[in-house]
C-alpha cells in the first residue's frame, strides 16, 4: 500500500475532524497537533513505527472506510495509535490513548467519542480479539503489513528488528517468532471481509516464512 502524501495526511486529518461535527477541523492549534503526531512519528529510534506505517494505515483507511461504524473516530485512532513510541518501554499504547483522550477533550469532540478513541487505541495492544465494527477495522488496518507483498513484508522484519537491535539475537528471534506464532494460530488473521478476501492468504504466507527462518 503507498502511503499517503503529505498533503493527504492533512487532508485526512481534518476529515476526521470534520467526520466528529468540527465545524472548523483545521485550525491553527489543530494544525499544530497534527505537525506534532508527525514528528512523533519521525523519532530516531523508529524504523518501523514511522511516518511510513502512519501513512500506509492510512491509505488503507481511505480504502477501507465504508467498513466503519464512525470513520472520523477510526482515523483519529490511527494517527494516535503509536503515538508514542518508546521501545524500552510498555505502556505505549496507554500513554498514546491518553493524549488521543485529552486532545478529543480538548477540541470539544465530546466525551463519547474521546472515550471510544482511547478505547480503540488501546485495542492496538492486541492482546484481545476485537469487539465492534470500528475495532476490527482498526486492527486489520495495523496488521494490514502482515500481508503485504513480500517485499514489504521483508521490508517491516528487517525495520521491527532494527528497531529491537539492542536486544540480543539469542533472545530477540525466538520471542519474535512467538509473537508472530500467535497471530499464525487465530482461526482468522482478518476480520473485516475485504481485508481478509484480500490479505488473509498472503499474510499466512508471509508469516510461515518468517517463523522458518
Request: proline share 4%; with cysteine; glycine share 4%.
Amino acid at each position: 500500500m503507498t502511503p499517503l502524501s503529505s498533503a493527504a495526511l492533512r487532508a485526512n486529518w481534518h476529515a476526521a475532524w470534520r467526520a466528529l461535527g468540527i465545524a472548523q477541523p483545521g485550525t491553527p492549534e489543530r494544525d499544530a497537533l497534527c505537525d506534532e503526531l508527525q514528528r512523533r512519528y519521525a523519532e530516531p529510534q523508529r524504523h518501523y513505527h514511522t511516518l511510513q506505517h502512519l501513512g500506509e494505515c492510512l491509505a488503507w483507511f481511505e480504502r477501507e472506510q465504508a467498513a466503519a461504524q464512525r470513520p472520523g473516530e477510526v482515523a483519529l485512532a490511527l494517527w494516535f495509535h503509536d503515538a508514542i513510541y518508546d521501545v524500552h518501554g510498555h505502556d505505549n499504547e496507554a500513554r498514546s490513548a491518553a493524549w488521543a483522550l485529552e486532545a478529543l477533550r480538548r477540541f470539544e469532540a465530546g466525551e463519547d467519542a474521546a472515550q471510544r478513541v482511547h478505547e480503540l487505541v488501546m485495542a492496538t495492544r492486541h492482546d484481545a480479539v476485537p469487539e465492534g465494527r470500528d475495532a476490527e477495522l482498526l486492527i486489520d488496518i495495523d496488521l494490514s503489513i502482515l500481508g503485504a507483498e513480500r517485499a514489504r513484508f521483508d521490508e517491516y522484519e528487517e525495520q521491527v528488528g532494527r528497531e529491537y537491535a539492542f536486544v540480543p539475537l539469542e533472545i530477540r528471534l525466538p520471542r519474535r517468532r512467538a509473537i508472530l506464532q500467535r497471530f499464525l494460530d487465530r482461526d482468522a488473521i482478518y476480520a473485516t471481509p475485504r481485508m481478509h478476501a484480500l490479505l488473509e492468504v498472503c499474510a499466512r504466507e508471509n508469516l510461515r516464512r518468517s517463523i522458518a527462518g
